[in-house]
Nanobody, 116 residues
Framework: QVQLVESGGGLVQPGGSLRLSCAAS????????MAWYRQAPGKQREIVAD???????SYRDSVKGRFTISRDNAKNTVYLQMNSLKPDDTAVYYC??????????WGQGTQVTVSS
């Protein structure tokens, strides 16, 4: 099994930046693709960004050019750098680990609030 611990959420003003971290333990980190999801109040959970085992990335259109997902396999950690934050980015952000034909794992979530 894999345990995921998220950190880095908080309150930030519009236009500000925040970096989320997700530390994994329990299994070999490099075996998993990683993703960040978010869920705003009254909305369904949506994928924000994804990074494959070999480092290929993808982003939802609304965050392209503002967010960057990265991973450090030596530290068993995935990051989400968020720049030019907007109020619509306000949500609980969740880390997800997955692999083909394997159970996926979720962190507990970290709150990101963008408000003036």
């Amino acid at each position: 099994q894999v345990q995921l611990v998220e950190s880095g959420g908080g309150l930030v003003q519009p236009g500000g930046s925040l970096r989320l971290s997700c530390a994994a333990s329990g299994r070999i980190f490099s075996s998993y693709s990683m993703a960040w999801y978010r869920q705003a109040p009254g909305k369904q959970r949506e994928i924000v960004a994804d990074i494959s085992r070999d480092g290929r990335t993808s982003y939802r259109d609304s965050v392209k050019g503002r967010f960057t997902i990265s991973r450090d396999n030596a530290k068993n950690t995935v990051y989400l750098q968020m720049n030019s934050l907007k109020p619509d980015d306000t949500a609980v952000y969740y880390c997800n680990a997955y692999a083909p034909y394997s159970t996926s794992y979720w962190g507990q979530g970290t709150q990101v609030t963008v408000s003036s």
